[in-house]
């Protein structure tokens, strides 16, 4: 298993930004998906998930009205836009399979992309 993440950068507070994850080496369209971020000195955490066909979708409080997650599941790609952005969304963002839970299911992780933003 492979996940490739990319789109992140550096934004001041308000911007924006939109991540993609391309995953191989699993069947993609019959897994959940979801995106952990871990942030200096904290956790890995899990930001949003998405069911297998889009209808069931997760958003932890932090988030939610600012990050939409999506996937498609012809290119084994999940993405996450993130508007009205905070210092606090500061982090490296990884993508992953959750279990009911929310802990990752693939014991596997991508070198993530930093996102960081400015005050």
């Known amino acids: 298993v492979q996940f490739v993440e990319s789109g992140g950068g550096l934004v001041q507070s308000g911007g924006s930004l939109r991540l993609s994850c391309v995953v191989s080496?699993?069947?993609?369209?019959?897994?959940?998906m979801g995106w952990y971020r871990q942030g200096p000195g904290k956790e890995r955490e899990l930001v949003a998930s998405?069911?297998?066909?889009?209808?069931?979708?997760f958003y932890q409080d932090s988030v939610l009205g600012r990050f939409t997650i999506s996937r498609d599941n012809t290119k084994n790609t999940v993405f996450l836009q993130m508007n009205s952005l905070k210092p606090e969304d500061t982090a490296v963002y990884f993508c992953n399979s959750p279990t009911p839970g929310g802990a990752p299911l693939i014991d596997v992780w991508g070198q993530g992309t930093q996102v960081t933003v400015s005050s």
């Open positions: 998405i069911s297998r066909t889009g209808d069931s979708i």
């Open positions: 080496g699993f069947t993609f369209s019959i897994f959940p």
